[in-house]
């Protein structure tokens, strides 16, 4: 995936409704529970903090990163876990927009894998295929077999190396698809 992306702060932290923000000398403090009022600080060069929140009636926390390098940014620093067909999935608001819905720019890490892939509309599962899609509001996903055509993907099998392949992330030109394929050693169907 690209490198961690940080929004500059300007007055607030625009997450869903938006979590005001004070810059007060070398610190930033932050309104942490959406009610107006400035509630922990950051100091120095950054700081960890859990933004209370929700989305569609459903309450969530949102954790993210500041970053103070000549002035304040932040990133997120959490996912939503859920399952699909049993199996655990991690989903990261990646371009920080609040929400864990964005096709081709959040990213989704599935099972036990150290990498993830950017989220997409089909995931492999125990290799079979699974199209995924979420509420309007983003706050429930939904899924069921995929029944379109399919091939396979194999970049891995003649690849040598002294070092171990720790991620392979292939996505489609438009960004509705992408499949993470380093543990695929005979290709991913």
């Not at 960890?48 to 309450?59: C, D, H, Q, R, V």
Request: proline share 2%; net charge negative; aromatic share 8%.
């Amino acid at each position: 995936l690209p490198s961690e992306t940080f929004t500059p702060i300007n007055g607030s932290i625009a997450v869903g409704a938006g979590f005001t923000t004070e810059i007060d000398g070398a610190a930033l403090a932050v309104d942490c529970n959406g009610d107006g009022k400035t509630d922990e600080k950051a100091k120095g060069v950054g700081g960890l903090i859990t933004l209370k929140g929700g989305t569609g009636g459903l309450a969530h926390d949102y954790s993210l990163r500041l970053v103070n390098e000549g002035g304040w940014r932040w990133a997120s620093s959490g996912a939503l876990e859920g399952k699909v067909a049993g199996q655990k999935v991690a989903i990261i608001d990646q371009n920080n927009n609040g929400r864990f819905d964005d096709f081709g720019a959040d990213a989704i890490v599935i099972g036990k894998s150290d990498a993830a892939a950017y989220l997409s509309k089909v995931v492999n599962i125990n290799n079979s295929l699974f199209e995924i899609s979420f509420s309007e509001d983003g706050s429930e996903l939904a899924y069921k077999p995929f029944e379109g055509a399919t091939g396979t993907l194999n970049l891995v099998a003649d690849f040598e190396s002294k070092g171990k392949l720790t991620a392979v992330v292939v996505r489609n030109e438009n960004s509705d698809y992408s499949f993470e394929l380093s543990d695929a050693k005979r290709g991913m169907t």
